[in-house]
């Protein structure tokens, strides 16, 4: 590998962008097809199909061996509200290998001896969103936990428009009810609305907070790796 | 600490910057119960430190030599593991699986 080839494939991951590597293992002949070159290339169906799914692996084409690695951004998860159940999500989280962040304004309850080692920005959504956290994309999960329509709402509706591949909203069937009416009457489609995962987490039987937090991060999961839960593409 | 796949192509142009010799090995396919998924990778410098895994830690120490060869002659190459393999008791894949590991420089 040419170290002009590692670097662009590092620079694009770290500019939050897809990217694949193909190499051909007869010879080790490397390019690098960046998201946005996808369509154009030569092999752009096979590379799309790849991206989707987000699986490397090896191809076959004109009687050469192939391997192509997929390299999806590093994915991050936003919480909004600084509650005990985000206190237990934001380390199990970070164990994942998810890049967390906690959004809240209100200062009691974001503070850093509630929330050691974890990115915590005291802030509105609209305030904290492109500003102390990065603009949401298709590799975020958002997780809205505060109960209050005027922190959580602003954070749902900027994640359904950045088409986060995860969507979550603590709340009872009748709080979901409203904010589902609130968010039609903002605009969002039925289907967009229905991509809120309410009442948040799998279906595990979870009371304590921790258990939440697994049930949150179940769901999480599947949505990342199953094609049921939706994968980024 | 755990290190991420972007820790691991990282620290492999860190290294190369800095002027060390390095290799990349890259799980490229797998067959039954292959504990890290294909595109996993380790990256290898030429004292022999490394970074992330190809496998539960069966295998590592015959890809960690494969790619102070690869360093060495700036050559590819795919090595293979499994039970078929009569190293495979030797370097351990025991859970039965079998994995295919692209190793190459960084030139």
């Known amino acids: ?233 | 600490m755990l290190s991420t796949e972007t820790d691991i192509l990282s620290a492999a142009e860190a290294w190369r910057r800095a002027g060390r010799g390095v290799a990349v090995a890259t799980v490229i396919e797998t067959w039954g119960s292959a504990p890290r998924p294909v595109g996993s990778h380790l990256v290898v410098d030429a004292d022999g430190n490394f970074l992330g895994s190809v496998s539960g830690g069966c295998v590592e120490g015959a890809v960690i030599t494969e790619a102070m060869d690869a360093i060495a002659d700036g050559r590819p190459r795919v090595i293979a593991f499994g039970v078929a393999d009569e190293t495979a008791w030797r370097v351990g894949l025991s859970c039965g699986g079998r994995i295919r590991v692209y190793v190459e420089p960084v030139t």
């Not at chain 1, 206190?87 to 989280?93: F, G």
């Not at chain 1, 958002?142 to 603590?170: M, N, Q, S, W």
């Open chain 1, 1 to 233: 590998m040419q170290l002009d080839i590692l670097a662009l494939l590092n620079a694009e991951r770290a500019a939050r962008r897809a990217a694949i590597l193909i190499t051909d293992l007869d010879g080790g002949d490397q390019r690098v097809v960046r998201e946005a070159e996808i369509a154009a290339d030569p092999l752009g169906d096979m590379l799309a199909q790849r991206l989707a799914s987000g699986r490397s692996g090896l191809a076959e084409v004109e009687g050469r061996p192939l391997f192509l690695t997929v390299q999806a951004p590093p994915v991050r998860l936003v919480i909004v509200g600084a509650v005990h159940i985000s206190q237990a999500l934001s380390p199990m989280a970070s164990a994942l290998d998810l890049a967390v962040t906690v959004i809240d304004p209100r200062t009691a309850f974001a503070t850093p001896e509630r929330f050691p080692g974890i990115s915590l920005v005291p802030e509105w959504p609209d305030e904290a969103l492109g500003g102390a956290v990065p603009v949401l994309d298709r590799y975020c999960a958002v997780a809205a936990l505060t109960h209050d329509p005027k922190i959580d709402d602003p954070a749902l509706a900027a994640a359904l428009r950045a088409e986060c591949f995860y969507v979550g909203a603590l709340g009872s069937r009748k709080t979901h009810a409203a904010r589902v009416a609130r968010l039609g009457a903002a605009g969002f489609s039925p289907e967009a609305i229905a991509r809120i995962a309410a009442p948040i987490g799998l279906d595990i039987g979870a009371i304590s907070p921790p258990e939440i937090a697994v049930a949150i991060l179940g769901q999480i999961v599947a949505a990342l790796r199953t094609p049921r839960g939706g994968t980024p593409a």
